[in-house]
């Protein structure tokens, strides 16, 4: 048995948690879901695991859809040198929303024996069944983070195509954002020039297609 393998099942005889929060923009991390994530894990893993023995890992405005995240990295290279026992999440989209790297993840924590442990999912995921239910949930979870994507890009097209301003860098010769009206067609005649003599003719929103490019 290796060192990690024996440092894992002594840890795991101690039970150590790793407890892992996220929430994906500044305007979650401003409300109550951390506290209210934080709170409840604790309290999960003190009466319904029996563990007192746990470190915090989080990561404020960071999305899910891949690893790139400090808090998450740091757990996972503490997790290799065998130091706990479980990783506790809130539900499973605050780890990840991406199947393969939840696939990937998973099966590191197996091959070390760490239990991995959703809330509010209640995951048995010690028989096939159980991990079959938690892959299909993940599905979903990549699933509603898609098309929330798909939602917002086409959101900022039909702005774009209407001539609103969709944020993001002002353009050459215009005011300061709050100074500009909604529609960019409003927009007073010296800006309106200095569109026009980077891009002669057309529509408002094709200057702002030009511009982003």
């Not at 039970?15 to 991390?29: D, E, G, H, N």
Request: net charge neutral; with cysteine.
């Amino acid at each position: 048995m290796g060192y990690v393998t024996k440092k894992a099942a002594q840890r795991f005889e101690e039970k150590k948690a790793a407890i892992y929060v996220r929430v994906s923009t500044q305007y979650q991390v401003d409300r109550a879901s951390l506290p209210v994530q934080r709170e409840e894990l604790i309290n999960y893993a003190k009466y319904a695991l029996g563990i007192s023995d746990y470190v915090i890992f989080e990561d404020a405005g960071y999305s899910a859809k891949n690893t790139d995240r400090p808090d998450y990295q740091q757990m996972m290279a503490r997790m290799r040198t065998g130091e706990f026992s479980h990783l506790l999440v809130w539900k499973i989209d605050r780890i990840s929303r991406n199947l393969l790297d939840f696939s990937v993840m998973y099966a590191e924590l197996k091959e070390l024996g760490v239990v991995f442990v959703s809330k509010n999912e209640q995951f048995d995921t010690s028989s096939a069944m159980g991990e079959a239910m938690l892959k299909i949930i993940l599905i979903f979870a990549e699933l509603e983070r898609k098309t929330t994507s798909e939602r917002v890009s086409a959101v900022f097209v039909s702005r774009a195509n209407d001539g609103i301003w969709n944020g993001g860098k002002v353009p050459y010769c215009c005011p300061e954002p709050q100074s500009w009206t909604t529609n960019a067609p409003n927009m007073p005649d010296p800006e309106a020039e200095g569109f026009r003599s980077i891009a002669p003719g057309g529509t408002w929103s094709m200057k702002f297609r030009l511009y982003a490019q």
